[in-house]
């Protein structure tokens, strides 16, 4: 009997840390929300980096979006999933990094975000998949833009 009593706190504490995880995840990280940084974007081809294209990635409502991105294909902003969210202290100050990712799927094409901030710096990837196939790269990196 007392076995099946430790299985079943297991098994309670189990599904109540997958329920916690799971609402974490979907909520907005208080770190990132209303930033915007004013970044340069490279899209990556055959091997060679591109002209750099200056524009806003915007992160609200627990969504990330760029201007450049919605301009060239329509990509709405996509909600975020944080995989690391950590402050340490180096040489006395202290830092932030918070790194997450972000996908969206519509009719054939895939987008994907992968983007790590810094403290006010801020650099990541966006990717662009056609039928599974990788069509666009793109990687960028700016800092924040502090309000006035």
Known sequence: MQLV????????????SIGFAQKNKSEKNKFLEGKKYSVNFYELKAGTTGKAVPTMVLIKGGKVE?????????????????????????????????????????DKND???????????????????????????????GREKIKK
Not at 5 to 16: E, P, R
């Open 66 to 106: 760029a201007d450049l991105m919605y301009e060239k294909f329509q990509m709405q902003p996509m909600s975020y999933i944080v995989n690391v969210d950590s402050t340490f202290t180096e040489d006395e100050v202290e830092n932030r990094i918070v790194s997450f990712e972000a996908m969206h799927a519509q």
């Open 5 to 16: 009593k430790y299985i079943l706190i297991g098994a309670t504490i189990c599904i109540s």
């Open 111 to 141: 987008y994907k975000w992968e983007v790590t901030v810094n403290n006010t710096d801020i650099e990541g990837t966006v990717v662009i998949l056609k039928s599974g196939v990788e069509k666009k790269r793109y990687e960028f990196s």
